[in-house]
């Protein structure tokens, strides 16, 4: 026998450490050579690290949460025969991006369970046994276990990966039925539970206060009638053919763009170490998006110079790339201006935190269709809050206000999008 001491390697240039934030492996453990051991999180990414070696987990860095620097030993390994002792320092496989954490809060309409923290030596999944015809159900006793206590029948609940895991389970919680999922004559009360924060919410939560912290918010909220710009839409809807269907979303990012070039303050970037605002010619407009992992904001590239059916298909494809753990490391990087929507939940109005070291985000609210006194006559109209939030060293109220203004006048006569 032997031990294999397995060292982390350099898992991306210029990255000095990295945070622990899942073992798939336990003291104790067999693994075949390739399982997975851990996940690890850097500044960019999250990477899945893998066993160079079969044999029996001895030794674990550390726990979930823990940061450990490049090199130092990761796991150890007990192998049969005579194994090398030391993993070489070679490039960790591929990494599979993870989202720059935004600082920029998504207001909640409800409480949802709080996830409950994986266990530090979880065992291999095994099938459960199925009625006939049916697929095998993949996850591990202790995610079956609180499945059971919950009352939920894990063949509803969908894999992000190869099994079903806790984070699966937490959102079907929240965003499944929502209904009956308690166990049989239980009133639903749970035992007080301490969650370590850690991961994507751990970085999530430090942007967001270090926005806070460093920038002086002020926030202006305007009405705008999209009567005429939802009939627009309706037409364009209607007429579309094979192109992607049209959410207020790309009419609303086009007139963002186009009342730009009179406000550059607004599409800036802020280095207050160096005292320096950068204000961008190009429109890299990044799009918060919900994901089960947390917030995530994938940026679309050149806004400025893409049509309403070019933005549809981009926010789409953007989107699912981020739901899905596959937006690439340079798609959640380098925006000059953020939008965040809450879609149908809308909400009346939203004081958004601003994405640093940008210097203004953009807040769409709900549609709601409102009676509105017109020529001295009572009118139904579609109404919609427009919010900004802006960061006051660099944009005075004045301009804030007057670049939201510039915008309602396209939304409200839209076919001023389509002018040149």
Known sequence: ?????????????????????????????????????????????????????????????????????????????????????????????????????????????????KPQPAPKAEPQAAPVTMPAAAHPVLASPAVRARARDLGVDLAQVKAQGDRIRHADLDAFLAYGSGQGYRPAGGSGRRADEAVKVIGMRRRIAENMAASKRAIPHFTYVEEIDVTALEAMRADLNANRGQRPKLTLLPLLIVAICKALPDYPMINARYDDEAGVVTRHGSVHL????????????????????????????????????????????????GSTLTVTSLGPLGGIATTPVINRPEVAIIGPNRVIERPVIRDGEIVAAKLMNLSISCDHRVVDGWDAASYVQAVRKLLETPVLLFAD
Do not use: C
């Open 1 to 113: 026998m032997a031990r294999f001491t397995y060292r982390l390697p350099d898992i991306g240039e210029g990255i000095a450490e990295a945070e622990i934030v899942a073992w798939h492996v336990g003291i104790g453990d067999v693994v075949e050579e390739d399982a997975r051991i851990a996940d690890m999180m850097t500044d960019k990414a999250t990477v899945e690290m893998e066993s160079p070696v079969a044999g029996t987990i001895v030794e674990l860095a550390g726990a979930v949460g823990d940061v450990i620097a490049i090199g130092s030993t990761l796991v150890v390994i007990e192998t049969e025969g005579e194994a090398a002792t030391e993993a070489p320092a070679a490039a960790a496989p591929p990494p599979k991006p993870s989202p720059e954490p935004v600082a920029q809060p998504m207001p909640e309409p409800e409480p949802v369970p």
């Open 286 to 333: 990044g799009m918060a998006t919900q994901t089960d992992a947390g917030l995530m904001v994938p940026v679309i590239r050149d806004a400025q110079d893409r049509n309403i059916w070019q933005l549809a298909t981009e926010i789409v494809r953007l989107a699912d790339a981020a739901r899905n753990g596959k937006a690439k490391s340079e798609e959640l990087s």
